[in-house]
């Protein structure tokens, strides 16, 4: 009910500091580099005389432009994964921020967020502000140049996409369960996402294979726990069944994923999923 | 557009005029046709279609007016909007094939009137890029409008960018 309060004023708080139409958005996360978010995912079962299990890696957020090259987001998130051996249970909402600076090329791309943490599993609050970095190069669509953030092409049977980008997460846990849990957390973060598939000029097959990895490092961390060290690999093959109007579609992912991401409260495992993945 | 809108005015009298036979000074700037003007001979509306079709090929070769445009024209005012609008289109689509260019290397030329940012190969932050640009243009028409990064992200192509700078400049 807390959550749902300040979610609430979150949303007309942000109306307030803008009055400008805002696009409504779904999508898996909203804090960092968002040129490629993953969308919502939502799946609930409940076993007859069992308990019910949940996946629910989704995100609401309203964007309002601030001016030609910076927006601001109000979002919630929610991420629960009841189906893997370390339950993950969180809940987010915050700001966001995003700018895009330098008129010429290459241009800046920067990220900010603001949030509120609640981790319902180990019974932590947290604030939590991240930061993160891409840079975008004017695109001259030569075969064999591979700049970040454009699409790039393999000779003329691949196209590859890659976002990549540097940031740092700063977290006060200011409510824990246990006092150990207590403290400030400071992260440098490393993040890269890739996707491949055939050029369809080529050959018409509607695959992609996909791979995001992300590290972090506790650079400061005042807390009694001592893994400094968190990387997180997803990775896997996405196939088409449907595609509409520019980006919907849907599509049917096989995963795997390991490792840790403390920013969503998800502890070290390693599990595989298989998804539909709907996007409007 | 509106140190355009004498020269359009100008066009209109005097292509109304040789159509009804009358001197330019005897149509007034909001002449209606319904008044001692009658355009709904086919002959007269085809010969607004060749003098409005020459005009308009001034800024663009390939554009041109419809029989079923001028049969809607009600009168000189109505006219000088309309060709005013079409040489505003014009106008605009060309920029924004420029912003276009300034993003990913396409010459302005190579591009249609509805190529699509799929077919471009355009990626979101490309996109949230164009946004600066398509703000020059709108800035042009009115200083402090703007066209947002959102916005610019939800775009599908040169089509639609065009409606929602014409729309901003309003």
Partial sequence: MKFMNALIILFLAANLVYSQSPVIKVQNAFQGNSQKPQPATFTFTKSIGGAESFLIDAGLGLNFDINSTTSFSAFGEYHRNSLV???????????????LINHDYPKHD????????????????????????????????KLNTFYPNVVCHIGNV???????????????????????????????????????????SFINLKLEYF??????????????????????LQTGINYTIWKGEDKASVKISGSYSKGSNPLISLKEQEF????????? | MSDLKPQILALVKKTIGEIKGKTLESIPDNAIFANNLEMSNPDDIDKLVTKFSQFIRNYNKDEFVSYGDCKK????????KFLAQRVEKIEITKLVK?????????????????????????????????AAYYTEIVQKYKPNAFIGMSESVALKGVEDSVKLVMERIK
């Fill in chain 1, 110 to 141: 920067l990220n900010f967020a603001a949030n509120y943490n609640n981790n319902l599993i180990d019974k932590t609050e947290a604030v939590q502000l991240t930061g993160e970095y891409t840079i975008l190069f004017y695109d001259e669509s």
């Fill in chain 1, 211 to 232: 791979c995001n990895f992300e590290y972090r490092y506790d650079a400061v961390n005042s807390t009694q726990y001592s893994d400094f060290s968190h990387a997180y």
């Fill in chain 2, 98 to 130: 420029e912003a276009i260019n300034k993003v990913k290397k396409i010459p302005p030329e190579k591009l249609t009137d509805t190529a699509t940012f799929s077919a471009m190969e355009l990626t979101t932050l490309q996109k949230k890029a164009l």
């Fill in chain 1, 272 to 280: 595989y999923t298989i998804s539909l993945l709907v996007q409007i």
């Fill in chain 1, 85 to 99: 051996s370390k339950i993950q249970n969180t809940l987010l909402a915050g700001f966001a921020l995003e700018t």
């Fill in chain 1, 158 to 200: 691949l196209k590859l996409e890659y976002y990549p980008s540097i940031g740092f997460e700063c977290e006060s846990r200011f409510q824990c369960k246990n006092d150990s849990a207590k403290g400030n957390i400071i992260r440098a973060l490393g993040k890269c996402k890739l996707v491949l598939y055939p050029d369809s």
């Fill in chain 2, 73 to 80: 024209l009600k009168g000189v005012d109505d006219c000088v």
